[in-house]
């Protein structure tokens, strides 16, 4: 069994990293007062008390709101550099983050902020300690498609320092097929593509993503579980998941995490990888996530070593940086 030690020294990259789900409570709290935000908690303990989720949306809400608490180009710097300070100390050499423009610019606050906020913690980290990213644009799935091309449109002047688009929150209700058009000029632009897809939704939302936007990844996916014909697809075309299984237990996708089914996966020849998601929400970052599955389902150091060549594999490196991995 892949033990703590053996999975720390696993140079490891992230995939699906929300970049507002990585604001622990005790950042949260200094910059409520620090920029005079009121939250509805009085303490870092209450904060956490309040992140007890029973599925997707009861978890949306409070991230929503915590992200309230981010105004100035510092802000941003701060939860980008506090991340990265994690990616270290978990041998995370690798990281592709995501950003919701729509949670700060509905608030006001300038999509250049935000972007140049979080861009200069990247260069940082990548000339101090040699990590290396890249940034993903996601669009809210629960605002409409005009807003989400809106939303490309004032990033145009920063799309030198954006690898690709992605499609996050609400996901039932809310289908692939909807933001078509958008995924279609983000295509244009040459921009990559993932969505969120067979998290809470179903199989079919995996296949809207493929054949609608166009995807190269998965978000979640697990729910391909339910079509066998999906996973061949998934598996003849060499679309990789970005598994986060801490989230799925967090937002009860799975009772527990012996039911989780990344390991049958990967047994059966998918691309799945292991990533947090929300780790300051969900209770871990990367090596937390893969500790779990040692724990919970007997993940073997060949699995282990596995699923970090997945995640280069998988990943939006170029190709002789992915024989730097192999
Ligand atoms: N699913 C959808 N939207 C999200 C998530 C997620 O797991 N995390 C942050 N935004
Ligand atoms: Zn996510």
């Known amino acids: 069994i892949a033990d703590l ?45 309040a992140y007890k989720f029973h599925n997707l949306q009861s978890f949306l809400d409070i991230y929503y709101q915590g992200a309230s608490v981010l105004i100035h180009e510092q802000d941003f710097y701060d939860l980008t550099m ?51 990213s890249h940034l993903i644009l996601c669009f809210l799935r629960h605002l409409s498609e005009d807003e989400a091309i809106d939303t490309l449109e004032i ?9 690709g688009v992605g499609l996050d929150s609400s996901e039932l209700g809310h289908p692939p097929s909807k933001f078509q058009k958008v995924f279609a000029m983000a295509k244009e632009l040459g921009l990559e593509r993932v969505a969120h897809a067979g ?3 179903p199989t079919e939302y995996i296949v809207e993503a493929l054949d609608l936007l166009d995807v190269s990844r998965i978000d979640h996916g697990v729910r391909c579980v339910e079509d066998e014909a999906l996973i061949e697809r998934l598996k ?83 190709e002789t940086e992915k024989q730097k991995w192999a």
């Open 5 to 49: 030690n053996f999975l720390k020294a696993l140079p490891k990259a992230e995939l699906h990293l929300h970049i507002e789900g990585s604001l622990e409570p005790e950042l949260m709290f200094e910059l409520s007062k620090r920029n005079n935000i009121e939250i509805p908690f009085s303490s870092v303990d209450e904060i956490q008390a």
């Open 82 to 132: 506090a991340y990265l300070k994690r990616c270290r100390e978990d041998n995370v050499v690798h990281t592709e983050i995501f950003f919701d423009p729509q949670t700060h610019t509905e608030r006001g606050i300038d999509i250049g902020v935000v972007i140049g906020g979080i861009n200069k913690a990247l260069c940082d980290a990548n000339n101090d300690w040699g990590i290396s």
């Open 155 to 163: 990033a145009k002047p920063y799309l030198g320092l954006i690898k």
């Open 199 to 201: 998290e809470e939704g």
């Open 236 to 318: 003849q075309d060499n679309i990789p998941l970005t598994v986060c299984p801490l989230s799925n237990t967090a937002l009860c996708v799975y009772d527990d995490m012996s039911q989780h089914p990344i390991l049958s996966l990967l047994d059966r020849g998918l691309c799945v990888t292991v990533n947090t998601d929300d780790p300051a929400y969900f209770g871990g970052y990367v090596n937390k996530n893969y500790l779990a599955l040692s724990e919970s389902l007997n993940m073997s150091k060949e699995q282990a070593k596995k699923l970090a060549l997945n995640s280069f594999k998988a990943s939006y490196i170029s």
